[in-house]
């Protein structure tokens, strides 16, 4: 019986359970690994760069960004996550993750990775990965600033490796992908960034619903762990100023004017008062 991401933590997961998961996955995927045929870096560009392109027309991500992630991550397709879990982007399990789980050493013994189908939808999983807080800034830019891409995943938490905006940017300027970024309108620009910071403000406030939730369930707690009390938000991971304005429906000039803050510099833990 497959582990379920959500129910085991890596922590939790000895190797005689990776191991038995592992093969599991393996059993499924025995066809497609079996008629596996290595790519060059080349063909794997050829056969992904239509699917990079729909996900920057869709989300705003440079195809540029996502084809040289794909060929780093995945080493052109033929890394083991790839071959055996369809996954490209090395994107790792959390407790939203419902899916199959694939282990393997990385960070820590026996990280879980996500698993997926196709390879596609990997591809469909990685913009809906950056899709949170963290990243919103990033959906500001051009769908063709690379660059700022680059920069801004590594700024962004994205990759511990400091090297990381200048492998991306380097893999870009080896194989001219830049030439699949598409430049927009100021009207499409301004509709695209709205739709899809919308997008991530909602599951944002979905998150913290469902979170405030869970701990009003637990009794006696007094909401001690709540990161809403009163008119106190205690500051999360992944958010900002713009996040968290829009949460509770302040402008990011109000919100700093409240709390007496010099910039939009925020940290984790910080207590913010909401409320004018």
Same mark, same amino acid.
């Given at each position: 019986?497959?582990? !379920? ?20 996955? =393996? ?10 045929? $290595?790519?060059?870096?080349? &063909?794997? +560009? ?8 729909? &996900?920057?027309?869709?989300?705003? /991500? $440079?195809?540029? /960004? ?6 780093? &991550?995945?080493? !052109? ?18 407790? =939203? ?29 990685? !913009? ?9 800034? #990033? ?22 490796? $400091? ?13 001219? #992908? ?22 991530? &403000? ?5 998150? #913290? ?9 637990? $009794?006696?707690?007094?909401? !001690? ?11 999360? =991971? ?22 007496? #803050?010099?910039?939009?510099? +925020? ?10």
């Amino acid at each position: 019986m497959l582990l !379920s991401a959500c129910a085991v933590h890596n922590n939790l997961v000895n190797n005689r359970e990776a191991h038995r998961n592992n093969q599991e996955i =393996q059993k499924e995927n025995s066809d497609a690994i079996a008629n596996f045929k $290595p790519m060059t870096s080349l &063909e794997y +560009i050829e056969h992904f760069k239509t699917i990079a392109i729909q &996900e920057m027309n869709l989300y705003g /991500i $440079p195809a540029s /960004i996502t084809l040289a992630q794909g060929l780093f &991550e995945s080493g !052109s397709g033929n890394g083991e996550l790839a071959r055996v879990a369809n996954n490209h982007f090395g994107i790792k399990c959390n407790s =939203q993750w419902q899916g199959k789980s694939y282990y393997k050493d990385d960070d820590n013994h026996n990280d879980c990775f996500r698993v997926y189908d196709k390879a596609e939808d990997s591809y469909r999983d990685h !913009s809906e990965f950056l899709k949170r807080p963290r990243y919103a800034n #990033l959906f500001k830019l051009d769908k063709n600033d690379y660059n700022g891409w680059a920069n801004g995943l590594k700024a962004d938490g994205y990759a511990t490796n $400091p090297n990381y905006p200048q492998l991306l940017i380097n893999i870009i300027k080896k194989y001219n #992908l830049d030439q699949y970024d598409k430049s927009e309108t100021i009207d499409q620009k301004e509709k695209r960034e709205d739709r899809v910071l919308t997008q991530i &403000e909602d599951s944002a406030v979905t998150a #913290l619903k469902d979170s405030v939730a869970a701990l009003s369930d637990k $009794p006696n707690d007094g909401y !001690s762990n709540n990161t809403v009390t009163g008119k106190i938000y205690i500051v999360l =991971q992944g958010d900002t100023l713009y996040s968290i304005s829009r949460r509770f429906g302040l402008t990011v000039d109000e919100l700093k004017q409240i709390n007496n #803050l010099p910039d939009n510099h +925020i940290k984790i833990g910080q207590k913010l008062t909401v409320s004018k």
